[in-house]
């Protein structure tokens, strides 16, 4: 079908951004049999039994209607309950959380709520795929900070304060990262709430991995001294329970943002999904032993996927979290696109190239380890295979 207009019909801003690497890549995907997937970012467990008939039963209830925008006071008494449990940090549940459709909503209704045009965004990159659209949907620019494997992909603090300027409103971290896995060390944290303070930045702190780091504790940027007040605290329900079809997360921040976004909220979305907020309730009441469960199993594929890339000949930085490791291509001679999209029609498994991901994502692959311990073995025997064949060193 071809539109009768001349003009061009879709807003210039919706033309300047991608559609997501991933995205455009599983589209190449589902034309194939006998794919290996490690491309999607998610858990292939299904949502613990207890979790979804809690979801059965309110709806077997006839709670089938809107809550109230803010979410289910009950849930968001639950994260309050969960992030003081956790991290000691206090949330009015009353009008310091807001419920949304995951934690990809609570991302763009921060941008919207905060900049105004030309005001700008500082992040890591490599980074999740939203935050450049996010904040150029928004009117702002998002200003990437490259980090690297030498140094782990942790950002640099004094890299940051270069690139503050008198436009800088925000700060978005993401720790642990996707696709890198690096978790930010505390004592770098503590530098970055310092340039917070100094610059008088908010700071959009995406935790939606918290429960998913190994050998490295999560610290929860809002607990750290004077951060609550200039910290937007994004988390979810999707990866650590399994639960990313339900469509739940939060942000916890000051009541006068949180109001702000609520009002974007309740005009484009209403409320998250009911069933699916009764769903978040049970999870955060008794989901605990199911997200050890499935760490401890995540712990055991990052060991296996991060030799196994080692043994074909990928160097590769141990990921501390998430669930994704973020190996060097360079070697092949191959650029990311090139090693993902000849990986795929040779030897049929699917990884997402690192440009997805930003420029500084060139020369890495994202392979994510939530998959069988048997699909990792299969996919990285195939792997080995493709890299011998293709590397330029004649490995
Ligand atoms: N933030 C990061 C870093 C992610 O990796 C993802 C999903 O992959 C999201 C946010 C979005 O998660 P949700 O399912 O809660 O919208």
């Not at 809550?67 to 008494?77: A, H, I, K, Q």
């Not at 610290?219 to 605290?233: D, H, K, N, V």
């Not at 696109?337 to 498994?349: C, D, H, Q, R, T």
Request: aromatic share 8%; charged share 20%.
């Amino acid at each position: 079908m071809t539109i009768p207009s001349k003009k061009n019909i879709l807003s210039r801003k919706v033309q300047e951004i991608p559609l997501s690497g991933i995205r455009k890549f599983f589209d190449l995907i589902a034309a194939k049999d006998d794919v290996i997937s490690l491309g999607v970012g998610e858990p292939d467990f299904v949502t613990p039994w207890h979790i979804r008939e809690a979801a059965t039963y309110s709806i077997e209830r006839g709670q089938t209607h809107y809550t109230s925008n803010f979410g289910l006071l009950e849930l968001r008494r639950e994260i309050a309950l969960h992030l003081h449990n956790r991290y000691g940090v206090n949330y009015d549940p009353e009008n310091e959380i807001l419920v949304t459709v995951g934690v990809s909503e609570a991302l763009d209704l921060a941008m919207r709520a905060l900049l105004n045009p030309g005001d700008q965004v500082i992040g890591q990159e490599p980074s999740y795929v939203s935050y450049f659209p996010n904040v150029h949907l928004a009117g702002g620019t998002f200003v990437p900070v490259p980090t690297s494997m030498e140094n782990g992909f942790h950002i640099d603090p004094q890299a940051i304060v270069e690139r503050t300027t008198d436009a800088t409103r925000a700060l978005i971290l993401a720790s642990p990262n996707n696709p890198t896995g690096s978790v930010l060390p505390r004592s770098d944290l503590i530098s970055i709430a310092e340039i917070a303070k100094d610059n008088d930045l908010v700071v959009i702190s995406d935790e939606i991995y918290d429960r998913l780091t190994y050998d490295t504790e999560h610290t929860c940027f809002a607990s750290l001294p004077g951060m609550q007040e200039r910290t937007l605290l994004m988390g979810g329900f999707s990866k650590s329970y399994a639960m990313t079809g339900w469509r739940i997360g939060y942000v916890a921040g000051p009541a006068e943002i949180i109001e702000g976004m609520m009002k974007i909220h309740q005009y484009t979305v209403m409320s998250a999904p009911t069933a699916g907020q009764y769903a978040a309730i049970e999870a955060l009441k008794n989901g605990e032993p199911d997200i050890i469960e499935m760490h401890d199993e995540y712990k055991r594929r990052r060991h296996l996927i991060v030799d196994k890339l080692k043994s074909i000949g990928l160097s590769c930085a141990e990921p501390e979290g998430a669930f994704y490791a973020f190996p060097s291509v360079e070697q092949t001679g191959l650029t990311s696109i090139e090693f993902a999209g000849k990986l795929l029609e040779e030897e049929s498994v699917a990884v997402v190239p690192g440009s997805a991901f930003g420029e500084s994502g060139e020369g890495h692959v994202r392979c994510c380890y939530a998959v069988s311990i048997h699909e990792i073995e299969e996919a990285l025997d195939r792997m080995g295979r493709f890299v011998k064949n293709h590397s330029s060193n004649g490995r």
